[in-house]
C-alpha cells in the first residue's frame, strides 16, 4: 500500500480509539492506569502477529537508548492525553490534540530536513487558529486556554516529538516489532509513574471490550503508521493525512454523544484546522 492509503487508514482507526478511550476514562478509573493497562495489551496483540513476520531488530546502543527515549516522551503524552478527555467534550478536545501534525510538521521540516514548502507558514497559521477558536470564543476574545485544553495541547506537543522518533528508529525494525516495543514500553512507563497494584488491575473493567476495543486500536493506528514511514512517507506528511480522524470525530461528539454546546465553533474551527492540513500537506 501506498503511505497516502496507510495514512488515511491510520486516521480512521485513531478516530475509533479516541472514541472507545473517550468512554473508558469515563468510568472512574485512574486515567495512568488505564493508559498503561491499554498500552500493554496492545503489546500482548502485536506479539500474536509475530510468528507471521520476519522479524528485525536492532541491538546497537544509540538505538537501544533511544528506545529509551521513545518511552519517556510516550509516557508524558500519553499522560496528558487521557488526562484531557475526562473533563471535556470530545467534539473540542480533539482540535487540540490535532495540532501535534503541525509539531510534527514543522520537526520533521527543522530536525529531519524534509522539504518545507513556502505555503507552510499560512497551514500552521490556520491549525493555531483552528485550536484558537475554543478559548477566543469562550473567553469573550481573551486567548486564555482551560486546562484541559493546555493539557491536550502539551500531550499533542510531546506527541509530535514521538512521532519524529517513530520515524527516525522504524528503519531499525521491522514495522510489528517496533509497534510492539512502542506500546510495551509505553504502558510499562505509565503503570511505573502510577505505581500501579495488580489488586487494582483486577478491576472487570480492565478486561471488558472497551479496554481491549482501546488496545487493538492503539496497536492498530501505531502498525499503520510506521508502515507509512516504512512505505516512504515523510513524518509530517504521514501524520498531517491521518488527521482524518478530526472528520469524523466532531460530528460523532456532536450527533452521538449530543455534544452540541458552541456547534456554530466547532464548524469554524473544523474548517480552519482542515484548511491548515490541506495547505501543509500541499506545501511539500
Same mark, same amino acid.
Given at each position: 500500500?501506498?503511505?497516502?492509503?496507510?495514512?488515511? #487508514?491510520?486516521?480512521?482507526?485513531?478516530?475509533?480509539?479516541?472514541?472507545?478511550? *473517550?468512554?473508558?476514562?469515563? *468510568?472512574?478509573?485512574?486515567?495512568?492506569?488505564?493508559?498503561?493497562?491499554?498500552?500493554?495489551?496492545?503489546?500482548?496483540?502485536?506479539?500474536?502477529?509475530? +510468528?507471521?513476520?520476519?522479524?528485525?531488530?536492532?541491538?546497537?546502543?544509540?538505538?537501544?537508548? @533511544?528506545?529509551?527515549?521513545?518511552?519517556?516522551?510516550?509516557?508524558?503524552?500519553? #499522560?496528558?492525553?487521557?488526562?484531557?478527555?475526562?473533563?471535556?467534550?470530545?467534539?473540542?478536545i480533539d482540535f487540540f490534540l490535532r495540532t501535534s501534525s503541525l509539531w510534527t510538521f514543522l520537526g520533521g521540516a527543522l530536525l529531519l530536513l524534509e522539504p518545507l514548502g513556502p505555503k507552510s507558514?499560512? /497551514?500552521?497559521?490556520?491549525?493555531?487558529?483552528?485550536?484558537?477558536?475554543?478559548?477566543?470564543?469562550?473567553? @469573550?476574545?481573551?486567548?486564555?486556554?482551560?486546562?484541559?485544553?493546555?493539557?491536550? &495541547?502539551? =500531550?499533542?506537543?510531546?506527541?509530535?516529538?514521538?512521532?519524529?522518533?517513530? *520515524?527516525?528508529? @522504524?528503519?531499525?525494525?521491522?514495522? &510489528? @516489532?517496533?509497534?510492539?516495543?512502542?506500546?510495551?514500553?509505553? =504502558?510499562? /512507563?505509565?503503570?511505573?509513574?502510577?505505581?500501579?497494584?495488580?489488586?487494582?488491575?483486577?478491576? +472487570?473493567?480492565?478486561? /471488558? $471490550?472497551? #479496554?481491549?476495543?482501546?488496545?487493538?486500536?492503539?496497536?492498530?493506528?501505531?502498525?499503520?503508521?510506521?508502515?507509512?514511514?516504512?512505505?516512504? =512517507?515523510?513524518?509530517?506528511? !504521514?501524520?498531517?493525512?491521518?488527521?482524518? $480522524?478530526? %472528520? %469524523? &470525530?466532531?460530528?460523532?461528539? !456532536?450527533?452521538?454523544?449530543?455534544?452540541?454546546?458552541?456547534?456554530?465553533? *466547532? !464548524?469554524?474551527?473544523?474548517?480552519?484546522?482542515?484548511?491548515?492540513?490541506?495547505?501543509?500537506?500541499?506545501?511539500?
Amino acid at each position: 500500500m501506498s503511505p497516502f492509503a496507510l495514512a488515511l #487508514a491510520a486516521g480512521l482507526t485513531s478516530a475509533l480509539n479516541v472514541f472507545a478511550s *473517550k468512554l473508558l476514562v469515563g *468510568k472512574g478509573l485512574r486515567l495512568l492506569v488505564v493508559g498503561g493497562w491499554v498500552h500493554l495489551l496492545g503489546s500482548l496483540v502485536c506479539c500474536l502477529g509475530l +510468528p507471521f513476520v520476519e522479524v528485525r531488530l536492532s541491538l546497537e546502543p544509540l538505538v537501544l537508548l @533511544s528506545l529509551l527515549g521513545m518511552m519517556a516522551v510516550y509516557t508524558l503524552g500519553n #499522560a496528558l492525553y487521557f488526562s484531557a478527555p475526562a473533563s471535556t467534550p470530545l467534539s473540542e478536545i480533539d482540535f487540540f490534540l490535532r495540532t501535534s501534525s503541525l509539531w510534527t510538521f514543522l520537526g520533521g521540516a527543522l530536525l529531519l530536513l524534509e522539504p518545507l514548502g513556502p505555503k507552510s507558514l499560512v /497551514g500552521a497559521a490556520l491549525i493555531l487558529a483552528s485550536a484558537s477558536v475554543f478559548s477566543l470564543w469562550q473567553q @469573550s476574545g481573551a486567548l486564555r486556554f482551560t486546562g484541559p485544553q493546555l493539557l491536550a &495541547l502539551g =500531550g499533542a506537543l510531546a506527541f509530535g516529538a514521538g512521532n519524529l522518533v517513530d *520515524k527516525t528508529l @522504524s528503519p531499525h525494525f521491522d514495522a &510489528l @516489532s517496533y509497534t510492539l516495543l512502542n506500546q510495551l514500553l509505553t =504502558g510499562l /512507563g505509565m503503570l511505573g509513574a502510577a505505581r500501579v497494584s495488580f489488586r487494582e488491575l483486577r478491576s +472487570p473493567q480492565f478486561w /471488558g $471490550r472497551g #479496554a481491549g476495543l482501546v488496545a487493538l486500536t492503539f496497536a492498530l493506528t501505531q502498525l499503520l503508521l510506521i508502515l507509512a514511514y516504512q512505505a516512504g =512517507g515523510g513524518a509530517g506528511q !504521514v501524520i498531517l493525512l491521518a488527521q482524518a $480522524r478530526l %472528520i %469524523i &470525530l466532531v460530528p460523532v461528539g !456532536v450527533f452521538v454523544l449530543g455534544e452540541r454546546e458552541r456547534l456554530g465553533c *466547532k !464548524v469554524l474551527a473544523s474548517v480552519l484546522m482542515i484548511m491548515g492540513i490541506l495547505v501543509l500537506y500541499g506545501s511539500r
